[in-house]
């Protein structure tokens, strides 16, 4: 289907303005059949007041609103499960799953015991080493 540009009228501030055959593109792959009715400027101005009125918890700009927390789909690098990790999980770090991560931790804070251990163990000498 071909567009051309078409001059419309803004509802709000009764300017002309444009409708462009890109925008009608755009319109037409959304599946929206009606027209803007407003100009770009007055559509971005209700959209600014939409979004403060819809967010009336954020008031420093660029604060995160605590529901948008990352939630990242992992597979878990024990058992291969997928699950979900409420942060990004960092490269170098493998994510387990819950039950995972359960086993992990009991069997790193049996290993942090023996790493003590070892620690008491060996010799005072270790500042030295350092040059
Ligand atoms: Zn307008
Ligand atoms: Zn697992």
């Known amino acids: 289907m071909l567009f051309s540009d078409k001059s419309l ?14 925008e009608q593109d755009f319109y037409a792959s ?3 059949v009606h027209e803007p009715g407003r100009c770009p400027e007055c559509r971005n101005r209700r959209k600014q007041q939409a979004i403060a009125l819809n967010l009336p918890s954020v008031s420093a700009p660029g604060a995160i609103p ?12 024990e058992c291969g499960v997928e ?6 999980p960092r490269l170098a770090r ?3 799953c819950k039950e995972c991560y359960i086993k992990q ?3 790193a804070a049996a ?4 790493a003590e ?4 163990a060996a010799p005072a000498s270790t500042e030295a080493v350092v040059s």
């Not at 948008?68 to 690098?77: E, N």
């Not at 699950?83 to 990004?88: E, G, I, L, N, S």
């Not at 251990?117 to 008491?120: H, P, R, S, T």
């Open 9 to 22: 009228t803004c509802k709000d501030c009764q300017k002309a303005f444009l409708f462009t055959a890109g």
């Open 30 to 32: 959304k599946g929206l």
């Open 66 to 77: 605590p529901k948008l927390v990352d939630v990242s789909a992992v597979a878990c690098a």
């Open 83 to 88: 699950t979900t990790v409420p942060f990004r």
């Open 94 to 96: 493998p994510v387990y």
């Open 105 to 107: 931790k009991e069997a």
């Open 111 to 114: 290993s942090a015991e023996s």
């Open 117 to 120: 251990v070892a620690v008491e």
